[in-house]
């Protein structure tokens, strides 16, 4: 019972975080990317991220507008997208300014530890 209550959530997390973009492939390496947030997943091993899957539904309710073009990187397609320079740990959170990593959470941690942080970078935004 407990277990299936854990799936439930994780999926229901995934359901709602396909509606995020999927990473775009590089088309130019010169490109200044603004301001962005990454988040990279291990599709193999989603059940250890849930507290990223919370924080990203949390931070989506907080700051629609600023996660609406939120990307994910697999770590299944890293190769094929160009915010692989920018990480190479899963699971991660990214958030970069004029192509500088700002903020950068990494490995397995409370759903709090990712929000707080997430959140006090977009508010100086």
Known sequence: MRYSILISIILL????LSSCNSVE???D???????EIVF????NNVRNEASYYDAVIELKR??????????????SNE???K???YNETYPAIVVIDQNQVVLRIVGYTDTEDIVIPISNTIEKW
């Open 25 to 27: 492939k590089i088309t």
């Open 83 to 85: 915010f692989s320079k």
């Open 29 to 35: 390496a010169n490109e200044i990317i603004e301001k």
């Open 13 to 16: 997390n995934i359901f709602i």
């Open 79 to 81: 190769n094929e997208n």
């Open 62 to 75: 907080r700051f629609p507008e600023e996660l609406k073009e939120m990307k994910i990187v697999s770590k």
């Open 40 to 43: 990279f997943t291990d599709e």
